[in-house]
């Protein structure tokens, strides 16, 4: 990576930084994938120390999902990896049962492998593109971070954003029942009913 330029602001160096992260992270994530697949795809071979090739599977599986786990959370809103990445991780319970099964199942799981690969592709390229632009001063929103990159607004929350919907609609429903004659009888009505007004 190279130096940031000085003229940065506090709020674009943060994301840099954390750009700089999430790029580190997603490029290991990325090696340790093609690990799998060349794990996966050296069994299969006459001369293959099978033994050892499980071992090594399963230890890959394992570092997997512990990465997964770390670049979702570090992503955020970020985070494109097709979603069945995980699944094939944890339905390749071993080498000896993956190729135990049907050559449509193994060329199933391959065409997985690749979706998924190209999906981590993607998830990386967008962290570049985001961190070139941040470096050329750009407002960029930075999943993972609390604040767009320079500054500005960053929208809402999902969270903040149901609130003031339902907030919205209750303002909407109090008015029609203030605004409303027959509404207004209605629910006066209906509230002398279940309060005892008799």
């Given at each position: 990576?190279?130096?940031?330029?000085?003229?940065l602001?506090?709020?674009?160096?943060?994301?840099?930084?954390h750009?700089?992260?999430?790029?580190?992270?997603?490029?290991?994530?990325?090696n340790?994938?093609?690990?799998?697949?060349?794990?996966l795809?050296?069994?299969?071979?006459?001369?293959?120390?099978?033994?050892?090739?499980?071992?090594?599977?399963?230890?890959?599986?394992?570092?997997?999902?512990?990465?997964?786990?770390?670049?979702?959370?570090?992503?955020?809103q970020?985070?494109?990896?097709?979603?069945?990445?995980?699944?094939?991780?944890?339905?390749?319970?071993?080498?000896?049962?993956?190729?135990?099964?049907?050559?449509?199942?193994?060329?199933?799981?391959?065409?997985?492998?690749?979706?998924?690969?190209?999906?981590?592709n993607e998830t990386?390229g967008?962290?570049e593109?985001?961190?070139?632009?941040?470096?050329?001063?750009?407002?960029?929103f930075v999943?993972?971070?609390?604040?767009?990159?320079?500054?500005?607004?960053?929208?809402?929350?999902?969270?903040?954003?149901?609130?003031v919907?339902?907030?919205?609609?209750?303002?909407?429903?109090?008015?029609i029942?203030?605004?409303?004659?027959?509404?207004?009888g209605?629910?006066?009505?209906?509230f002398?009913?279940?309060?005892?007004?008799?």
């Amino acid at each position: 990576m190279t130096q940031p330029p000085k003229n940065l602001g506090k709020k674009q160096q943060r994301a840099l930084a954390h750009l700089d992260r999430n790029l580190q992270l997603c490029r290991e994530f990325l090696n340790d994938w093609l690990l799998f697949n060349q794990i996966l795809s050296a069994f299969p071979a006459e001369n293959a120390n099978r033994p050892e090739l499980e071992n090594q599977f399963l230890k890959i599986k394992s570092k997997l999902a512990r990465e997964h786990q770390i670049l979702r959370e570090s992503l955020g809103q970020d985070y494109r990896i097709d979603g069945n990445t995980m699944n094939i991780v944890a339905g390749a319970t071993s080498l000896e049962n993956i190729f135990g099964q049907s050559e449509i199942a193994v060329k199933k799981l391959q065409g997985e492998w690749h979706r998924a690969f190209i999906s981590i592709n993607e998830t990386l390229g967008g962290l570049e593109d985001k961190r070139g632009r941040v470096l050329g001063g750009e407002k960029v929103f930075v999943g993972g971070l609390d604040t767009p990159a320079a500054g500005g607004g960053g929208g809402m929350s999902d969270k903040a954003k149901k609130t003031v919907i339902i907030i919205v609609v209750l303002l909407i429903i109090v008015g029609i029942m203030v605004g409303v004659p027959q509404i207004r009888g209605m629910y006066m009505d209906a509230f002398q009913d279940l309060f005892g007004g008799q």
